[in-house]
């Protein structure tokens, strides 16, 4: 994976995060259907689970903490390592 696709991951992982934080409406679509919801949004599948897990959603079926992308939410900051 190229940096500049590692920072545009990054930068919509940042995006969805403050939209779960300020739009309740979609924070409950992504909690019905996370995996379609977030893909959509522009985050690779692979990193469903981890994000789910850093942004507090780990209640969302079908998602569990064994997780192997590490996502890092804090604030402006997103840090995303495979």
Known sequence: ????NLE???????????????????KEKVEKDPK?????????????????HEANLTDVAGYSA?????ITICGLSCLLSL
């Open 66 to 70: 064994d997780l192997t992308i590490s």
């Open 36 to 52: 379609g919801t977030l893909v959509a949004e522009g985050l690779p599948e692979n990193a469903v689970g981890e994000f789910l």
């Open 1 to 4: 994976m190229s940096d500049q």
């Open 8 to 26: 545009q991951i990054r930068a919509t992982a940042r995006q969805l995060v403050e939209c779960i934080n300020s739009d309740s409406s979609f």
